[in-house]
């Protein structure tokens, strides 16, 4: 729940804190919340819109994050070396792997990115 305090003191919303850890809503339902769930736990109107607003862009940066991870294999696979997303061109540095384990269809795969 402490990750959720932290987004919503960033989002100047931390009056907003205890009511959705009363309601035992963690990071990883944000998405899921709806302008009635919000309202039902007494968040204002124009506070609920920027709080759908701000997890609209957390839900899609998350789904951008394979899409990017896809590019960056695509672009290491043409030069021989890992991409460097700053840039946009290849380097010689040591890759950091991590794992992407939601992919359609439920297996885990491997995505190699450079280190910054």
Partial sequence: MQQVTDWLEK???GQYAQRL???DIS???LSDL???DLKEIGVSLGHRRQLLRAITELTGREKNAPKAAS???RTAKHSGQPADPRR???H???PLWCEVTECRSGAP???SLPRT
Wanted: proline share 0%; net charge neutral; no cysteine.
């Fill in 11 to 13: 989002l100047g919303l």
């Fill in 21 to 23: 850890a009363e309601n």
């Fill in 27 to 29: 990071f990883s339902v």
């Fill in 34 to 36: 709806t302008d009635q």
């Fill in 71 to 73: 590019a960056l294999r």
């Fill in 88 to 90: 946009g061109t290849a």
């Fill in 92 to 94: 010689s540095r040591q």
């Fill in 109 to 111: 795969i491997l995505v």
